[in-house]
C-alpha cells in the first residue's frame, strides 16, 4: 500500500496571510490526526479526523481548522498566519478499530512564515 | 489532559552498549505507548508499541516495559548501532496521542 502522503512539501508564506495543507492517507483508513512539530515543543496534537467529524481537537487558537472528506482525505487550514506558526505539519493515519490503533505519518509539509 | 515527560533529552552511548529511555504519563486512562523513531528530515516511523494489559514486549534488539501502578515506561535498546542514532519520541493515548519532547540519541562508534 502507499504510505500516507502530503501536499505541498514546502511553503513560504508572510504573516497575515492564509494556507491550506493536505494529507491523503493510507488506503483504508479513516482516521486522520495532525500534529505541528516545532524545535522547542516537539509535538503537539492539532486535531483529529474520523468519518468527516473532528474527534478530539488540542489545544490550539481557532486559526487552526480542517476538515475532512469522504474519500477520508483531509485538509488543515491555518489562517492569519504568524511567525510562531512557522514549523513541520505532519498528518497520521490510522483505521482505526480502536483507540489504540497504530498512526502512520506522512512526510510532513514544511512552512515557513516570514 | 495527559502530559507525558521524557528522560533524558539528549543521551550518547558507546557502540555496542544499551540504551534506556524513560517515560511517564499523567492519565491513567492511557492505555497505548508506542515508541517512535525520527531519523533527520525524515517522518516519525513507529518501532514498538505496548499495550497497557502487557507488561512488556520485545522485538529483536529493541524492547518495552510498561508500569502501570508507577505510570511510566521505557524503551531499552541492546547491542546499539550507527543506524540507532535519531530522536526518539515516546507517546500515550487515551482519547487522543500525546507525545514526549524526544530524546536525542547518539551512537559513538
Known amino acids: 500500500k502507499a504510505g500516507v502522503t502530503q501536499t505541498p512539501r514546502y511553503l513560504i508564506k508572510t504573516r497575515g496571510q492564509q494556507v491550506t495543507l493536505s494529507c491523503s492517507p493510507i488506503?483504508?483508513?479513516?482516521?486522520v490526526s495532525w500534529y505541528q512539530q516545532t524545535p522547542g515543543q516537539g509535538l503537539q496534537f492539532l486535531f483529529e479526523?474520523?468519518?468527516?467529524?473532528?474527534?478530539n481537537k488540542g489545544n490550539f487558537p481557532g486559526r487552526f481548522s480542517g476538515r475532512q472528506f469522504s474519500n477520508s482525505r483531509s485538509e488543515m487550514n491555518v489562517s492569519t498566519l504568524e511567525l510562531g506558526d512557522s514549523a513541520l505539519y505532519l498528518c497520521a493515519s490510522s483505521l482505526p478499530q480502536l483507540a489504540s490503533d497504530t498512526q502512520y505519518f506522512g512526510p510532513g509539509t514544511r512552512l515557513t512564515v516570514l | 489532559g495527559e502530559n507525558v515527560e521524557q528522560h533524558p533529552s539528549t543521551l550518547s552511548v558507546q557502540e555496542g552498549d544499551s540504551a534506556v529511555i524513560k517515560c511517564t504519563y499523567s492519565d491513567s486512562a492511557s492505555n497505548y505507548f508506542p515508541w517512535y523513531k525520527q531519523e533527520l528530515g525524515k517522518r516519525p516511523q513507529l518501532i514498538i508499541d505496548i499495550r497497557s494489559n502487557v507488561g512488556e514486549k520485545k522485538d529483536q534488539r529493541i524492547a518495552v516495559t510498561l508500569n502501570k501502578t508507577a505510570k511510566h515506561f521505557s524503551l531499552h535498546i541492546t547491542e546499539t548501532q550507527p543506524e540507532d542514532s535519531a530522536v526518539y519520541f515516546c507517546?500515550?493515548?487515551?482519547?487522543?496521542?500525546?507525545f514526549g519532547t524526544g530524546t536525542r540519541l547518539t551512537i559513538i562508534p
Open positions: 507517546a500515550a493515548r487515551e482519547e487522543k496521542l500525546t
Open positions: 488506503s483504508g483508513h479513516r482516521s
Open positions: 479526523y474520523f468519518s468527516e467529524t473532528q474527534r
